[in-house]
């Protein structure tokens, strides 16, 4: 006879833990300030080091690519308009941002094989980056900057403004700090970018798109999509309305794709091989430069 407690006779409860099945989290991508899912509605299944399954990550196509460039680039004047003070305050409310999520980010580095420990480094330097680099918004065109001699009755400036739109193929080890280190000093000189997370350490990547999406952060400014690089890679960098594409690793072949197809209208490759992103030298004024263009301008004077 069943008892009225849940528990029958001989039978296993249907709703004792060891017998449900859990509901995975599935990571959206984040595009021009929203979390779309992915436009062919594939995802892959993201595993543990030990192969357990964590959560969903969308599987992004050329057309989720091509929406997050048309985002990036219908708000790339706005962007690069915009003071250099306010570009600031920008990063350094992201970096408060990040701050008050820290637990969460080390979580999830922790569930993707990282321990704690160096979880933790990990997020102080990603937040101690974007700190940097928001110092660094009013002071890269001095030191980059020059006022040249001239012949004739001219002054002669050269100037930096950004290239325009980014695609970066972020670091493949890294899930949060490769990724902030390269994000940093491309918005911080006005530019916009399309990014591709991590494949196999993506968690980070579209949390930091929630930090994004609840900071002062333009939407579109940052367009963060998950997926394969040996899909995505040929159309980061063949894209004829992105001005320069930055490669983060070391495949031979990969890079030699990538400058291939960047040849098709002539934008800058930049290529990263990085492997220890926390270390001093994964910053700087001169990887703000790199996505830069120098003006040059001439200016009549004794007449």
Sequence with gaps: MSKRNGKSNGQANPLAENARLA??????????????RGESGRYYVLKNPHGQSIANICDCSRKDFRDAVTAARSVQGGWASRSAYNRSQILYRIAEMLEGRKSQFVEELSQLGLPASAGVAEVQTSIDRLVYYAGWTDKYQQIFSSVNPASSSHFNFSLLEPAGVVSIISPEGSGLIGLV????????????????????????????GEVLATSDLPAGVVNILTGRRSELIEHF??????????????????LQTIREKASMNVKRVLAYDQTDWLRESAQGPYFISDTQEVKTTWHPIGL
């Design 23 to 36: 509901v995975l989290k599935t990571y959206k991508i984040y595009v021009n300030g929203q979390f779309p």
């Design 181 to 208: 280190s390269v994000i940093a000093p491309v918005v911080c000189g006005g530019n916009t970018c399309v990014v591709l997370a991590s494949n196999t350490k993506p968690l980070p990547a579209i949390t930091l």
């Design 237 to 254: 960098a063949s894209h004829m309305d992105v001005n320069a594409c930055i490669y983060c690793g070391d495949d031979r072949k990969e």
